[in-house]
């Protein structure tokens, strides 16, 4: 039974491109949220969404993030024109609709903005 | 937003020593959670905590949902070099009406374990 993937496990890009981050819940999960953990610091909540639907993207930055979980495929972290600030490890997490809500965590994305 | 203290920051132990860690909160959460995180890894839960006053033990880890709910610790036992991680507490909330979500995370407890 494979846990929450994420993809790539590091990814470097150079101010001003785009990043996707790409995450796949585990089998029979239907929520996802994104976190970002800067060095050294916890977790901090970005956005929840379930399939098609964002429920609570009260943590992502306005501008140059966004977040989708279609139908078919995995959820897609998208930052455009990165900046330095934006170097942060990136964890998906999933849990299964109904009463099992805990989260489990994939093994994140290292993102490194030279 | 609501933030957790976690303390201590970090802790340096001997092999076969007891560890404790704790947070507080200045709100309160319905749920109390504690995972481990190696390096260049995603966190892994070791112990969820859903009652006000619950003490929950998995293996050589102990923890305990504070009866005001915005306070837990983490024990661990006798440990073990394999101890060794960054710890993390988090509170999870519930929307009214619906499920939880939204886990908010301590800074994290750095563990070293001098065999």
């Known amino acids: 039974n494979a846990g929450v993937m994420q993809n790539p496990r590091h990814l470097v890009r150079r101010r001003g491109q785009e990043a996707r981050l790409r995450c796949s819940p585990m089998?029979?999960?239907?929520?996802v949220y994104w976190y970002r953990q800067l060095p050294e610091e916890g977790l901090k909540f970005m956005v929840y969404l379930q399939k098609e639907n964002i429920i609570d993207e009260s943590g992502m930055p306005k501008e140059r993030f966004s977040a989708e979980f279609p139908k078919e495929g995995p959820s897609i972290l998208r930052i455009q024109q990165v900046v330095r600030g934006d170097s942060a490890a990136y964890f998906c997490a999933s849990s299964q609709s109904g009463l099992e809500e805990t989260q489990y965590f994939g093994p994140g994305t290292r993102l490194l903005v030279l | 937003g609501q933030q957790l203290n976690q303390s201590p920051q970090s802790m340096f132990i001997q092999e076969g020593e007891d560890v404790s860690m704790n947070c507080t909160s200045s709100s309160i959460f319905n749920t109390w959670l504690w995972y481990k995180q190696e390096p260049g890894e995603g966190p892994v839960l070791l112990i969820a905590l859903y009652k006000a006053g619950e003490l929950t033990s998995n293996g050589r880890l102990t923890a305990q949902f504070g009866i005001t709910r915005k306070d837990s610790f983490l024990n661990i036992s006798a440990s073990i070099p394999s101890d060794v991680g960054i710890y993390f507490c988090?509170?999870?909330?519930?929307?009214?009406?619906?499920?939880?979500?939204?886990?908010?995370f301590g800074k994290g407890t750095l563990l070293t374990v001098n065999p």
């Open positions: 089998k029979g999960h239907s929520h």
């Open positions: 988090a509170g999870q909330e519930r929307e009214s009406g619906g499920s939880n979500y939204k886990l908010t």
